[in-house]
């Protein structure tokens, strides 16, 4: 999911160059869409947090001292925004019980979806998403935005490698079961 | 049986299928107007003591100095050294057995300064990020 892009110039944001700093928003805009949406579940919510995120982004980026990936920090303020805003909002946090599902299941529901077009196949992708926890959707989201790194999302989730390992997995088993459902209630 | 792999496999085919979502196609205008209006904006500082706490503070400070300087040290000491003499007589009068000097003020001052440093450092932040 990483998109190749020219680095925006951030000495020249700092000094107040909006040029070069909406070029930064059109690089990492959808990036930062993506997890408000899979985070906050609705695209008026997602839209202004995302805005909040940039406009956070430019207040900030002087302090960015450059120790991780710029896209790192910027992910860690979105995520951020959206617990904020989650926290405001006492949105619930619903969450499917992980029952467990073998390793032949998941192997019928891989082989399910190869089976749809290719158009099905996202939109049951996305719904099985929505009906993620947000921290959980955040996490699997952010796993792959950042190529699988746990190194990278240390800072973001401020947690520690071993903690993400169990959370990735648990998120991986509730997707797995969400998913299971869609298709069955698909396939009826 | 350990499924591990087998969930592996299947998010990694579910995110490498999935586009990212893009937001509307103004999104980065709005943004920068967003920025522009709230630059334009003039700054409102919230202070971190309330007014009250001020006005008690600024009372107590007319009120206790001058008491403080009518007391008789009788010394031709420098103003600091003078003015912890003066608490020291006004603590003692309270019974309360402290030595007071200039080094034991500086490391009050120090004290107080590194506590509000770490006060102010987690609170600015906290705004932050």
Do not use: H
Not at chain 1, 18 to 44: G, P, Q
Not at chain 1, 63 to 81: E, H, M, P, Q
């Amino acid at each position: 999911m990483e998109q190749s892009f020219d680095q925006p110039d951030i000495a020249k944001i700092v000094n107040g160059n909006s040029r070069e700093f909406s070029k930064l928003v059109d690089t990492y805009k959808d990036l930062v869409f993506t997890i408000a949406l899979r985070m906050m579940k609705n695209r008026d919510e997602a839209d202004e947090v995302a805005q909040d995120t940039f406009v956070k982004v430019y207040r900030n980026l002087k302090l960015f001292k450059g120790d991780s990936k710029l896209s790192t920090w910027i992910y860690r303020i979105a995520y951020n925004t959206c617990l904020d805003r989650l926290k405001k909002n006492k949105k619930e946090q619903y969450s499917t019980p992980i029952d467990e599902i073998r390793g032949a299941e998941v192997a019928v529901i891989g082989n399910a979806l190869d089976a749809l077009v290719k158009e099905e196949r996202q939109v049951l992708i996305k719904k099985s998403i929505e009906k993620l926890t947000p921290s959980d959707a955040a996490l699997l989201t952010l796993f792959y935005f950042e190529e699988k790194s746990l190194q990278e999302l240390e800072p973001i989730l401020k947690l520690g490698a071993n903690a993400i390992k169990v959370r990735l997995f648990r998120a991986r088993g509730r997707l797995a079961t969400i998913l299971k459902g869609e298709l069955e209630l698909e396939i009826l | 049986m350990d499924n591990t792999d087998e969930l592996n496999k299947l998010t990694d085919q579910l995110f490498g299928d999935l586009p990212l979502d893009a937001p509307q196609a103004d999104f980065t205008t709005r943004v920068l107007s967003k920025i522009s209006t709230s630059k334009n904006l003039s700054i409102i500082y919230e202070p971190l003591i309330p007014k009250q706490v001020f006005v008690i503070l600024i009372l107590l400070a007319v009120f206790f100095i001058p008491y403080l300087f009518s007391l008789d040290v009788g010394t031709d000491a420098g103003y600091f050294s003078l003015l912890m003499d003066k608490v020291a007589i006004w603590v003692s009068a309270w019974s309360i057995n402290i030595e007071f000097s200039p080094s034991l003020g500086y490391m009050a001052i120090m004290v107080m300064v590194s506590v509000q440093t770490f006060l102010l450092k987690r609170y600015v932040e906290r705004r932050l990020v």
